[in-house]
């Protein structure tokens, strides 16, 4: 049979045979056996979609429709025998194709390492243990483990499976989830009833199972059918999409404009045709925007980087627009304002109150009474806690040279820690008894119940889970001498209370003995038969980090608000801890369930801590915010957070613990799940649209100056101070150097000090059309004024127009050291410092100005001659100036302007 045959019917063979076939064991692979099938069968992944050639990527940087004006004014002037001007109008198209096409590329790269950092993670079974390896490492042959939330890596054949739903959509078209079962179907059946199998890029709905990895790769069925899963994400957004339409409407403006020009310079300046088109070619060069939209998406670009280098990964670019706005954010608990490194500190009995010491997840430690460290062997009760810790749980513990790690859930992880502190015996306490049958924890009923035999004849069925649920299934309580008494509930209740007051998570933990021939467990095993062992304190302390960010938020006007699954005195502890605004004000999942949306939308402004609460509660929480205007970052980790993270504006994934729908669901991705992150990419956010701002602040009034120049020398039939060639020797080399020089600006030392801009403000707003006048008119007089200045001088209408082409540069590099701090005073000694990105280009500029000045083959292309020394002082002057008027006039918009201020300032 071939092995595409045998894949065929894979959900027709039975389990045994299934294991056989591809040379596996329930067991798993060893190490090198998975390596050796790894190097045979490739990684377990999609091919990469078939990408454009670099010649046709360079091609496509032409297909523009401010290019195409480009060009056909660039042919015309041949035409018209302007060889030199066509020349550097082909400059100016070609340098801004080259920079375009390198950027592109720099884009690309980075989102490609922005994949890798985002691959899946999948548990197998390697030699016995489970391990966390990136799916891409998944081999025909590998156990795999399967979790709700969690993405199916690989075609699998499954041999276990409790409860087990699979979302298959994306194959079959159905969007109801699929039961699953081990039992074989008929080789006939279609993909959406093979119940036994579980497909790659299908979702875990809910229950857990292990399968057999049967096809990875390409050979997988989403591999037959399609590679759209390896698809590199479109480098657009709203706003340069926006940008580009402005360009365009402005083009046909400046073309009418132009088109009026020609008209009255022929027909009533009687002026030459061929001088007079240079002059209208000169305009629409000048105005013409042709590489904003290009220099927009470089800034995004490098924003994305940026914030990649910082852990926090952006899906889709125009979270990063959103991300400047966002007044609000709504954070998971655990892992995120906390270091998610759970340990075992307290443990309750009916008795008595111990206390545990360790280090992290490492399975040794001291358990102390009463200030005295106590021999577990001599506490029965002791062993129980022990043994409820080992066997209902489903993470692994491994040491490392950098410390025990935890493999599976963190809090899973700490119980395990804690059963080889009590037995002495390490990571493998009660490795010898067998799990029969589970109950996988959902957050529905919230607990998680096992069934185990020992080679003895005994069974035990071990339960965990939120307090109150454990103690609506108890009867009774163990205490210390093994006797068992009615509950005491008040007593248990005060204790909850006493342990989450710490800032503490709380578990309860119960067991009872059954038959040994008891093998299916099921609920009605459970309620109203357990025997409640106790309660355990665990905690998480607060991410150092996580704190000083949260002072942060609030100093940016930014709201913090903490949901959590935690008891209602676990959250509050921690929420003081952390700084949050309203730590002592909190709604439970209950409170919220008996709330009218407009009773939540009255209250969830000034309410900070959420406890007890499911993710369906987070969806209601993100409306209840947006109500207010407000915009909202909210956190997910679960397959049931995708729906808030959807409605959210910007829906932030756990790159750690999150799965894969939280992921999909998601704008933006945490490589570290650390709330610190968040609060750097708000300020990333903030960032870029600043620079983007800049970009558009610096290239609009000097486009718009250029073109007033000589739409005016034009209509007054005035000599041009500038002449065409020389307008578009400016855009080649202030265009692509310092408008690009913008997009790698730093952050200002105020981004996290101002209230959140609102959402809904356009780019273009009244400041930004009145300083474009502003800029214009001074470009105008300064151009014209050193002009004039010149012929009275009695210099050369060449030299007169060589010195008002240096004021223009000079102009626009004194407006880029305005441009680039537009929110506080430019006239400090860090401001003219500058960054190194913008001396680079500053001084390139000045170089090539100097060249085109003083070079003879340079001063033939473009008409110039050398400028006495006086005067080139006198350009400088007249620059420093300039910057003096337009800052003076920002210092008084920044007195004066009234902003409107968050709810959070």
Not at 542 to 570: L, W
Not at 880 to 891: L, N, R, T, Y
């Amino acid at each position: 049979m071939s092995t595409n045959e045998r894949e065929a019917h894979y959900h027709a063979m039975s389990v045994e045979a299934v294991l056989a076939a591809v040379e596996a064991h329930a067991s798993g692979l060893s190490a090198p056996e998975a390596a050796r099938r790894l190097s045979r069968y490739g990684a377990n992944r999609l091919p990469e979609p078939p990408r454009r050639s670099a010649i046709l990527r360079f091609l496509s940087h032409f297909h523009n429709f401010l290019i195409y004006v480009l060009l056909g004014a660039a042919a015309i002037t041949a035409a018209l025998g302007h060889l030199v001007d066509s020349s550097v109008i082909l400059a100016v198209v070609i340098a801004n194709a080259i920079i375009g096409f390198i950027q592109e590329g720099r884009a690309e790269q980075a989102m490609d390492a922005i994949r890798q950092m985002l691959a899946p993670k999948s548990s197998v079974m390697r030699d016995g243990e489970r391990h966390s390896i990136d799916s891409a490492s998944v081999v025909p042959g590998d156990i795999v483990l399967l979790e709700a939330g969690e993405r199916v890596p690989a075609d699998l054949r499954l041999v276990e499976g409790t409860g087990l739903r699979i979302e298959e959509a994306i194959l079959t078209g159905e969007s109801v989830p699929t039961d699953k079962e081990t039992k074989p179907v008929a080789s006939g059946a279609m993909i959406g009833d093979r119940s036994c199998m579980a497909f790659s890029g299908t979702l875990v709905a809910g229950g857990a199972g292990r399968g057999v990895a049967v096809a990875t790769g390409a050979s997988t069925e989403i591999g037959r059918i399609s590679g759209m899963l390896s698809q590199v994400e479109t480098l657009t957004t709203p706003l340069v999409r926006q940008m580009d339409g402005f360009a365009r409407w402005l083009t046909i403006l400046i073309l009418l404009i132009g088109g009026v020009l020609l008209v009255y310079g022929y027909f009533v300046g009687h002026l030459p045709f061929a001088e007079l088109f240079m002059s209208v070619v000169g305009l629409s060069v000048a105005a013409i925007p042709e590489g904003l939209p290009a220099v927009l998406t470089i800034t995004l670009a490098v924003g994305v980087q940026a914030m990649a280098r910082r852990n926090a990964i952006v899906r889709r670019l125009p979270a990063i627009e959103t991300l400047g706005s966002v007044s609000v954010i709504c954070s998971d608990k655990t892992g995120t304002l906390t270091r998610n490194e759970m340990m075992v500190t307290a443990l309750a009995s009916a008795d008595h109150i111990y206390s545990i010491a360790g280090d992290g997840y490492a399975p040794e430690g001291a358990i102390r009474l009463a200030d005295a460290d106590v021999d577990p062997v001599e506490h029965e009760l002791l062993l129980e806690f022990a043994r409820t810790c080992a066997l209902c749980n489903d993470a692994a513990l491994h040491s490392h040279d950098e410390g025990w790690k935890v493999v599976g859930d963190p809090m899973e992880g700490a119980l395990k820690a804690l059963a080889g502190k009590i037995t002495r015996q390490g990571a493998a306490a009660f490795a010898d008894w067998t799990r029969t049958d589970t109950i996988p924890f959902d957050a529905k009923h919230r607990y998680m119940a096992v069934l185990h035999h020992d080679h003895e004849g005994h069974a035990w069925i071990h339960v965990k889970g939120a307090p109150e649920r454990i103690l609506a299934m108890c009867s009774v309580q163990r205490t210390s001498d093994g006797s068992t008494h009615a509950i005491d509930a008040d007593y248990w209740r005060k204790r909850m209370d006493d342990i989450a007051a710490q800032g503490q998570r709380v578990l309860a933990l119960a067991a009872r003995s059954t038959a040994p021939d008891h093998v299916v467990l099921n609920t009605a095993d459970l309620d109203g038969h357990m025997v409640l062992v106790g309660l355990i304190g665990l905690i998480d302390p607060p991410r150092p980090e996580a704190i000083a960010a949260v002072a942060e938020c609030h100093g940016a006007g930014i709201g913090v608000k903490m949901i959590t699954g935690d008891h209602a005195g676990t959250a509050a502890a921690i929420a003081r801890q952390v700084g949050l605004q309203h730590p002592g004000k909190v709604l439970t999942g209950a409170d919220l369930e008996a709330m009218s949306d407009a009773e939540l939308a009255a209250v969830v402004v000034d309410t900070d801590v959420y406890a007890r609460t499911s993710p369906e509660h987070k969806l209601r929480l993100v409306t209840a915010l947006q109500s207010h205007g407000l915009t909202v970052a909210m956190t997910g980790d679960g397959v049931n957070d995708a729906p808030a993270l959807k409605r959210a504006d910007a829906g932030i994934a756990m790159g750690q613990k999150g799965s894969e729908a939280a992921k999909e669901a998601s704008d933006l991705v945490l490589a570290d799940d650390n709330f610190a992150s968040i609060a750097v990419a708000i300020r990333e956010g903030r960032t870029v649209y600043d620079n983007i701002k800049k970009v558009i602040s610096w290239t609009l009034p000097t486009n718009a100056g250029e073109a007033t120049t000589i739409i005016t020398a034009l209509f007054l039939g005035m000599a041009l101070p500038v002449t065409a060639v020389q307008i578009l020797w400016v855009n080649l080399i202030t265009g692509i150097t310092l408008g690009i020089a913008l997009a790698f600006e730093p952050t200002e030392e105020d981004t996290m000090k101002r209230a959140p801009r609102s959402g809904k403000e356009p780019l273009l707003t009244g400041a930004l059309i009145w300083h474009i006048i502003l800029v214009s008119a001074l470009f105008l007089a300064a151009v014209f004024g050193m002009y004039t200045y010149a012929i009275d001088k009695g210099h050369a209408p060449d030299l007169a127009r060589t010195i008002a082409l240096n004021t223009l540069v000079v102009l626009e590099i004194f407006h880029l050291f305005f441009i680039r701090n537009i929110y506080g005073t430019s006239l400090t000694l860090k401001a003219v410092r500058g960054t190194r990105v913008v001396w680079i280009c500053v001084i390139a500029i000045t170089l090539a100005q100097f060249a085109v000045t003083y070079l003879p083959p340079l001063q033939q292309v473009f008409g110039t001659q050398p400028v006495p020394l006086f005067d080139g002082m006198l350009i400088v002057a007249v620059g420093a100036v300039f910057f003096a008027v337009i800052e003076a006039e920002k210092q008084l918009r920044i007195v004066f302007q009234r902003t409107e201020q968050s709810p959070y300032s």
